[in-house]
């Protein structure tokens, strides 16, 4: 099969051992045996993955199918991003290389560099304070230590133009499920959104934990503060688009692969370790240098910062996620807090519901504490089952208030 789609023997088992291909029958002498609907589905992966999506987005688009449902409307919001990304790209590029070309030109006429400096031309540019270009090609090396700068995605005066900020702690299984529902109405309506930062570790950091939350929490919010020192880099290094790549890829990874025995290596503590996080960056083309970042305690500065940003919008007696529609000005929530993932028409029709609600003035709370756990199947329920109810009392699994 793998010659007739022009891959090696080697992908399509990569591609079995994650899903996105089924497991073949066996010949009665034990080789694999593929079917036409197999190469079939093999060629889409690939073609997908010519387009620049990823292959957590493509098993992303399987699931609609598996479902019944159609995932266009998700592609499209997915090729969508891309172009924006490509279109901002070509002017950096274009930028970049009118700059370069200055440099050139002026190499001849400089004088030579002072004592102490290595280069006049990198002298020269830095007097003259030449922006760097953001593309991340210039990165597919090591990673710069340098802190954050902004990215792309944001307007020349710093504020952000993104339709909707969201909140997110990469560990927290309802951030997860309402990212998905948002993606969905994005794909609609055409919303761009930026992903920004709450560490729930942060938020708790004057609790003790072993004597007001369940066991393993800890370790679990701190496995999410270590991941978002990675994705505070990646923006800092790629941009604000590549926190939403990032992010998608860990909620696969944490959430949709189905949930395994008690000690398996990609749960609890140990998605903050580099054995989890390393193949999750190699599958959406990023650096295996960004996993330093879990250990790199000075970006928990901004990620607090980001933290008090987003309690700031919604009082402090919250959770993850938080929402931001039309910021600066306009309405920020927390949540809402969904245990099952709508279809496309009925995503839509709720986000309007939940925008119109809380925009009306002087509205401050709808809220009831009995949850489902959501239907994600690293929480061992599957899209067709109804999670367990459970009494999240104030809004978190804390045992003690």
Not at 34 to 55: N, P
Request: charged residues 25%; proline residues 6%; neutral net charge.
């Amino acid at each position: 099969m793998g010659a007739q789609s022009g891959v090696t023997a080697k992908t399509v088992r990569y591609y079995e051992s994650i899903g996105l291909l089924r497991e073949p029958k066996r010949t009665s002498s034990g080789y694999r045996s593929y079917g036409e609907g197999d190469v079939d589905r093999l060629t889409f992966i690939r073609t997908a993955q010519r387009l620049g999506i990823t292959l957590d987005e493509i098993r992303e688009i399987l699931l609609f199918s598996e479902r019944g449902e159609e995932p266009c409307s998700y592609v499209r919001g997915l090729l969508k991003t891309q172009l924006e990304g490509i279109g901002r790209r070509i002017e950096e590029l274009q930028l970049l290389q009118a700059q370069l070309a200055d440099i050139v030109a002026a190499a001849d006429r400089l004088p030579p560099a002072e004592r102490g400096l290595p280069c006049r031309l990198i002298e020269h540019v830095r007097q003259k304070s030449v922006p760097a270009a953001s593309d991340p090609v210039r990165h597919q090396g090591k990673c710069p230590q340098s802190g954050p700068r902004r990215g792309r995605g944001r307007s020349v005066n710093g504020v952000s133009d993104a339709d909707i900020h969201f909140y997110f702690d990469p560990v927290c299984p309802f951030a997860w499920m309402t990212s998905k529902w948002v993606r969905l109405v994005m794909a609609q309506r055409t919303y761009r959104v930026e992903w920004r930062f709450i560490s729930l570790r942060l938020v708790n950091a004057h609790v003790d934990y072993d004597a007001q939350f369940p066991p393993d929490y800890e370790a679990g919010h701190t496995a999410g503060l270590r991941l978002l020192r990675v994705a505070t880099r990646t923006r800092a290094l790629f941009g604000v688009e590549a926190v939403g790549r990032l992010y998608q890829a860990l909620g696969m990874k944490i959430f949709e692969t189905p949930a395994v025995a008690e000690g398996d290596p990609t749960a609890g503590e140990a998605r903050g370790t580099r054995a989890f996080l390393e193949p999750v960056l190699t599958q959406v083309s990023f650096p295996a240098e960004l996993a330093d970042a879990l250990e790199d305690r000075s970006l928990d500065t901004v990620i607090q910062a980001e933290t008090d940003e987003a309690l700031i919008l919604t009082g402090k007696d919250v959770g993850t996620p938080i929402i931001h529609f039309q910021p600066p000005e306009g309405v920020a929530f927390f949540g809402p807090v969904i245990s099952r993932l709508p279809g496309e028409e009925d995503a839509v029709a709720l986000w309007d519901h939940v925008v119109g609600l809380a925009s009306f003035p002087g509205f401050a709370e709808l809220k009831r504490s009995l949850r489902e756990l959501p239907q994600l199947p690293g929480l061992g329920v599957a899209n067709d089952e109804v999670g367990v109810q459970q009494d999240w009392h104030g809004g978190s699994r804390r045992t003690k208030r």
